[in-house]
């Protein structure tokens, strides 16, 4: 059952590139036997030179093998590539990969795609599964706006460079139908037969590569607050508040997929001013939590996920948010500490989806939203980031 203010931690690996598998003994297919291209390496001074099978598009590089010598043309993903006969022997060729290339769906011949070509007064050869990587055009995932969702429910992935997106998936390999897609956004409905127990990624796979969000999807295991009569729950402030569960939720938000119980801020339904100096007081209600307690809840159902060493900006508070209106005011304080509050203070983080808490609006198009808050985003008094810091600053 969905809950209220579902709030979780979870592992969330910064790497969300999961590059194909590539091997650095590549297949090599020539039409000459006097000419072969044994491998790629990097030639970036002062760097060390390393055997590469990717590389930056601009980046300088070298050929290594044999019967390079009368070097007459480059070409990379089949576009010719400029070069010096100065940088030519019979066994290296250096030259600087294009900084404009085709890398994905633009590519018009598939069969030139990762390729390295030379051509020689005496024949030719080809290098294959050398990946050119236009770092401009590097699909990234960004958000999920809700992680706990329903069967039926809308959830937009959000990042940049999505449009090439052909397959998407939900934790167990289920795939599911792309309903609308841009540059920014992918668009699904979660299927009737999703399995809202099963926790892991969403994967996107883009130009035949997957990408994937943290782990976050259905992590039951890290919720440290699952209805407002837990040990866990916030004292609140500011404006007032009130708790509603059951059919009052639905009659509030008139959603037919909501969370059993929730805690309205303010509790009757108002108009607050914009806040100012990124300020929590007199124009929002704040949450305030027992972290410790939360704390331990969630380290002893992660079966060993998290642990006394876990980097803090590996790990995040999530909880749902509604509002039946586009957002253009105030900001939310979230406090890590009950006895602590204040904009400065280091256990507290005010956020908003706006920069510099302007006028401009977040529209939560009639459903629950994820929001995400990443506890690297909380100020620290001294040195460390670990998650042995986080839990010795509170355990005393």
């Given at each position: 059952?969905?809950?209220?203010?579902?709030?979780?931690?979870?592992?969330?690996?910064?790497?969300?590139?999961?590059?194909?598998?590539?091997?650095l003994?590549?297949?090599?297919?020539?039409?000459?036997?006097?000419?072969?291209i044994?491998?790629?390496?990097?030639n970036?001074?002062?760097?060390?030179?390393?055997?590469i099978?990717?590389?930056?598009?601009?980046?300088?590089?070298?050929?290594?093998?044999?019967?390079?010598?009368?070097l007459?043309?480059?070409?990379?993903n089949?576009?010719?590539?400029?070069?010096?006969?100065a940088?030519?022997?019979?066994?290296?060729?250096?030259?600087?990969?294009?900084?404009?290339?085709?890398?994905?769906?633009?590519i018009?011949?598939?069969?030139v795609?990762?390729?390295?070509?030379?051509?020689?007064k005496?024949?030719?050869?080809?290098?294959?599964?050398?990946?050119?990587?236009?770092?401009?055009?590097?699909?990234?995932?960004?958000?999920?706006?809700?992680?706990?969702?329903?069967?039926?429910?809308?959830?937009?992935?959000?990042?940049?460079?999505?449009?090439?997106?052909?397959k998407v998936?939900?934790?167990g390999?289920?795939?599911?139908?792309?309903?609308a897609?841009?540059?920014?956004?992918?668009?699904?409905?979660?299927?009737?037969?999703?399995?809202?127990?099963?926790?892991?990624?969403?994967?996107?796979?883009i130009?035949?590569?997957?990408?994937?969000?943290?782990?976050?999807?259905?992590?039951?295991?890290?919720?440290?607050?699952?209805?407002?009569?837990?040990?866990?729950v916030?004292?609140?402030?500011?404006?007032?508040?009130?708790?509603?569960?059951?059919?009052?939720?639905?009659?509030?938000?008139?959603?037919?997929?909501?969370?059993?119980?929730?805690?309205?801020i303010?509790?009757?339904?108002?108009?607050?001013?914009?806040?100012?100096?990124?300020?929590?007081?007199?124009?929002?209600?704040?949450?305030?939590?027992?972290?410790?307690?939360?704390?331990?809840?969630?380290i002893?159902?992660?079966?060993?996920?998290i642990?006394?060493t876990?980097?803090?900006?590996?790990?995040?508070i999530?909880?749902?948010?509604?509002?039946?209106?586009?957002?253009?005011?105030?900001?939310i304080?979230y406090?890590?500490?009950?006895?602590?509050?204040?904009?400065?203070?280091?256990?507290?983080?005010?956020?908003?989806?706006?920069?510099?808490?302007?006028?401009?609006?977040?529209?939560?198009?009639?459903?629950?939203?994820?929001?995400?808050?990443?506890?690297?985003?909380?100020?620290?008094?001294?040195?460390?980031?670990?998650?042995?810091?986080?839990?010795?600053?509170?355990?005393?």
């Amino acid at each position: 059952m969905k809950r209220a203010i579902d709030i979780k931690y979870f592992i969330w690996g910064m790497g969300i590139i999961l590059l194909s598998c590539i091997a650095l003994s590549s297949c090599k297919k020539q039409n000459t036997a006097d000419i072969k291209i044994d491998g790629v390496w990097t030639n970036q001074y002062p760097n060390p030179t390393v055997q590469i099978n990717i590389s930056n598009l601009g980046a300088w590089v070298r050929l290594q093998g044999h019967g390079f010598s009368g070097l007459r043309a480059i070409y990379c993903n089949g576009v010719a590539t400029s070069f010096s006969a100065a940088n030519v022997t019979d066994n290296n060729i250096i030259f600087s990969i294009p900084a404009v290339l085709p890398t994905g769906g633009d590519i018009a011949d598939t069969t030139v795609r990762n390729t390295i070509r030379i051509v020689t007064k005496n024949g030719e050869a080809v290098y294959n599964h050398f990946v050119f990587r236009d770092i401009n055009r590097i699909p990234a995932i960004n958000g999920v706006s809700a992680t706990m969702p329903f069967p039926g429910d809308m959830v937009i992935v959000s990042g940049k460079n999505l449009k090439n997106t052909t397959k998407v998936e939900m934790p167990g390999s289920l795939a599911v139908s792309i309903a609308a897609k841009t540059d920014t956004t992918i668009a699904f409905t979660v299927p009737a037969n999703v399995d809202m127990n099963k926790s892991g990624a969403i994967s996107l796979t883009i130009d035949g590569t997957v990408y994937s969000t943290p782990p976050y999807m259905y992590y039951r295991e890290g919720m440290f607050m699952e209805t407002t009569t837990d040990a866990q729950v916030p004292q609140t402030g500011g404006t007032g508040y009130t708790t509603i569960s059951g059919a009052n939720v639905a009659a509030a938000t008139k959603l037919a997929n909501n969370p059993q119980n929730v805690i309205a801020i303010p509790a009757a339904a108002k108009d607050i001013a914009v806040g100012t100096g990124n300020d929590d007081k007199n124009n929002t209600g704040f949450l305030r939590f027992q972290m410790v307690k939360a704390l331990q809840k969630v380290i002893d159902n992660s079966a060993n996920q998290i642990v006394a060493t876990t980097q803090m900006n590996n790990l995040g508070i999530q909880f749902e948010l509604y509002m039946n209106q586009p957002w253009t005011s105030g900001v939310i304080s979230y406090r890590m500490n009950i006895s602590n509050g204040g904009a400065n203070s280091y256990t507290c983080n005010n956020f908003s989806w706006w920069a510099g808490l302007s006028t401009a609006s977040y529209n939560f198009n009639n459903q629950w939203q994820t929001v995400t808050i990443p506890l690297s985003y909380f100020k620290a008094t001294s040195g460390g980031s670990s998650f042995r810091y986080f839990a010795k600053l509170y355990h005393g």
